[in-house]
């Protein structure tokens, strides 16, 4: 079992849709949850992080942790087609100072 | 402020050969980790290095090794390279801390093409 676990999608929505993006993880020692956006032929790009279970907004984007069920999630609201790329999920751990990811999620929103 | 930026951005060798890839950190940041993108495993951790130092290592063979410099500039050598190893590799750098406010940059990768 991989240590992070993402809905693999692909995801296509019509503009303007709210796209739930969902990731698990099985070390309750991970600390800092993390999204990452990836465009096509470029590096991740850190979107969001929050280390505590609970909602944390940024724009149209909130990511959302429940370290009971050691699950995290992404939420865009009024998706945009500049928002078409892959998603991925990330968690840090301060001890080994190393990002271990979710295979991603492509995600495409349809004008 | 420039980002991270790695050379070359694509490469074509052949099996046997051995390929030598650079990343330049963002200034001030002194540490540099690498990953290995592919389309079937992901992005996976190589190591991390830190003044001049591994600090931390993830689960590939010896034949991946990295080293870096006093500028905090680092490079990731592969020898007797195989077909498995066409991937896209990403260097992200950050400030030492431990926390996920010292946050990792990525580069835009090299991506390696093996025949």
């Known amino acids: 079992q991989k240590e992070v676990e993402q809905d693999p999608g692909p995801l296509s929505v019509p503009e303007g849709a709210i796209v739930s993006l969902n990731c698990t993880y099985s070390?309750?020692?991970?600390?800092?949850f993390m999204w990452y956006r990836q465009y096509s032929r470029k590096g991740p790009e850190l979107l969001m992080y929050t280390y505590s279970s609970g909602n944390k907004e940024d724009g149209r984007f909130t990511a959302q942790v429940d370290k009971s069920s050691k699950y995290i999630s992404l939420f865009i609201r009024d998706s945009q087609p500049s928002d078409s790329a892959t998603y991925l999920c990330?968690?840090?751990?301060?001890?080994?100072?190393?990002?271990?990811f979710g295979s991603g999620t492509q995600l495409t929103v349809l004008p | 402020k420039a980002g991270v930026t790695q050379t070359p951005r694509y490469l074509i060798k052949t099996r046997g050969q051995q390929v030598t890839l650079s990343c330049s950190p963002i200034?001030?940041?002194?540490?540099v980790s690498w990953y290995q993108q592919t389309p079937g495993q992901g992005l996976q951790f190589l190591f991390e290095?830190?003044?001049?130092?591994?600090?931390n290592k993830g689960n590939f063979p010896g034949r991946f090794s990295g080293r870096q410099f006093s500028n905090s500039r680092s490079e990731m050598n592969v020898s007797t390279l195989e077909l498995g190893d066409s991937a896209l590799y990403l260097c992200a750098s950050s400030f030492p801390g431990t926390s996920a406010e010292d946050t990792q940059y990525f580069g835009p990768g090299t991506r390696l093409t093996v025949l």
């Open positions: 070390n309750s020692a991970f600390q800092y």
């Open positions: 200034s001030g940041h002194r540490s």
């Open positions: 990330a968690i840090f751990s301060g001890s080994a100072r190393q990002l271990t």
């Open positions: 290095y830190f003044s001049e130092t591994q600090r």
